[in-house]
């Protein structure tokens, strides 16, 4: 037989009391067990120099910071210039030289204002005074302004065929900002993505929140471009510099995304796959080697010749990736298919001639100044592949100093002319060719400037017909491989790791993490 108790006194019997909060600390554990994890853990290769993405070419910083700020337009899957926070792609005057640009209504900036003109044109303004990609397209332009609440019309001097593909790039990124927030350094990040910026605990993570007020595309997902949702509600991007530490703490479940691994540790992650799933990123990019033309012994030219004939990309590459399945040796910088593909100046790649570089060093009055390598074990395959070329140089007569220090450090310093002849990066592999790497453009590291690249790319970019913008290209790789301002070792397909909780991630030259959501 049950004893039922009033329900008063049970509610203020000292027993029942302690019985009835014993049974409401079970269920709220039981609650907190069953309740679904709503942050991503996401392990990147280093701290990020700075979350300003307009000063940095970084990926880094373009990867983290493409969340929190947007461009006008966008790339999508197929890599077609796509709007973000423009309504439409602009419209363009029949001479090429006017674009007029109309913008979404009702976007919110994260300070809880609608986003409008003049944000845009203070925010390009910027752009174009300290990105290394926003000074070239500064040189193109003649003028810019408001035309009402949403308007803006840019008049360039002439045609000038990337602009719309410079406004679109994550890297060094023509970010979009509230007016108010505009400084230099920048210490407020406002701008309109899906993710707002909330903290940053240096060498420990930065740590970005759901916009509740964002304003997405309406159309479909696709690539970067579209509809932008954030599913997960926190994303925490913690610095993980040690590979090996990124390696073990994906198979370990420890991060949801553990980004750039070596290749070597793709059979440990094809076998973890409770715990982790290998993610293959192909066509990801091209490592290259930035010499500096300015001053210290690269800016000889033929010095710089001489190096470009001693090494051998493709023994670079398998150092650097091993697995054939993950790097391609070819001299055009741009594949098969691509309306860029030439041959043009690829007898000088992959030569590997130590003779003959020692010869054309010697031509060149090299008399055994040391070579300073600058390079990071952040990405190992740097790190790799200076270790063999600092051999082929060696082979070659030619002195080196290996300088390794953290990619933040790297970063810095090679905006130092005075502190390395040649530093080691890689970017991702793009349609326009003026968008990487940005040595092609005006000012970035390396500082590569010459009567002959001004006309060819003048000519180059104030073609506006695809069929014979394309075969001006090839002068332009003709020039790179003659005046060796930087060296394209070849091609290469990235690896990363995802756990299996976190879900609908598309892998991605820079790793985003809207419309993806934790299981």
Do not use: C
């Amino acid at each position: 037989m049950t004893l039922a108790l009033p329900r008063r006194a049970f509610v203020e019997h000292p027993m029942a009391l302690a019985l009835a909060a014993a049974v409401l600390t079970v269920a709220s554990a039981a609650a907190l067990a069953q309740a679904p994890r709503n942050y991503a853990t996401l392990a990147m290769v280093a701290e990020p120099q700075t979350l300003d993405p307009m000063i940095s070419t970084a990926d880094l910083v373009g990867t983290i910071m493409q969340h929190v700020f947007e461009p006008l337009y966008t790339f999508d899957a197929k890599w077609n210039v796509v709007p973000m926070l423009a309504e439409s792609l602009p419209k363009v005057s029949a001479d090429g030289r006017a674009y007029s640009i109309t913008l979404r209504k009702g976007v919110m900036l994260h300070s809880g204002r609608e986003l409008n003109a003049d944000d845009v044109v203070a925010s390009l303004q910027r752009w174009m005074d300290t990105s290394p990609r926003g000074k070239a397209v500064a040189k193109e332009l003649e003028s810019i302004k408001t035309k009402g609440p949403l308007g803006i019309e840019l008049v360039l001097k002439g045609p000038y065929a990337p602009l719309v593909a410079q406004f679109a790039l994550p890297s060094g990124m023509a970010a979009i900002m509230a007016k108010e927030s505009i400084a230099s350094p920048l210490k407020d990040f406002v701008g309109t993505g899906p993710y707002r910026f909330k903290e940053r605990k240096p060498d420990a993570y930065v740590l970005l929140t759901r916009f509740d007020k964002y304003s997405a595309r309406k159309e479909p997902a696709n690539g970067y471009g579209g509809k932008r949702e954030a599913l997960i509600e926190e994303l925490r991007f913690v610095p993980v510099p040690s590979v090996n530490t990124r390696v073990e703490g994906a198979l370990a479940g420890q991060y949801d995304y553990a980004d750039l691994l070596p290749v070597e540790a793709l059979p440990r992650l094809e076998k973890a796959s409770g715990k982790t799933l290998p993610i293959m990123t192909p066509a990801f990019g091209f490592p290259y080697l930035v010499l500096n033309t300015k001053e210290g012994v690269a800016a000889n030219q033929p010095l710089r010749q001489a190096i470009q004939t001693a090494i051998g990309e493709g023994e670079m590459l398998a150092a650097g990736f091993g697995d054939t399945r993950f790097f391609t040796a070819e001299g055009n910088h741009f594949p098969k298919g691509s309306p860029y593909y030439s041959t043009a100046g690829t007898e000088q790649y992959n030569q590997r001639n130590a003779k003959h570089a020692k010869e054309l060093a010697e031509k060149a009055g090299y008399k055994g100044e040391p070579i300073r390598v600058l390079t990071s074990r952040q990405y190992d395959f740097h790190y790799n592949m200076a270790l063999l070329m600092a051999e082929q140089l060696k082979r070659a007569g030619l002195k080196v100093e290996l300088n390794v220090v953290d990619w933040a450090t790297l970063v810095q310093r090679r905006n130092d002319s005075k502190l390395w002849d040649i530093y080691i990066t890689h970017s991702g592999q793009f349609p326009e060719p003026m968008l990487s790497p940005p040595q092609l453009g005006d000012g970035a590291p390396g500082w590569w400037s010459s009567p002959a690249k001004q006309a060819a790319l003048s000519t180059f970019n104030q073609q506006s017909d695809p069929a014979k913008r394309a075969a001006l290209w090839g002068k332009v790789q003709q020039l790179v491989y003659d005046e060796v301002p930087y060296i394209n070792v070849g091609k290469f397909a990235s690896l990363s790791a995802r756990s299996p909780s976190l879900e609908n991630y598309v892998p991605s030259t820079w790793p985003f993490f809207w419309n993806a959501k934790i299981k």
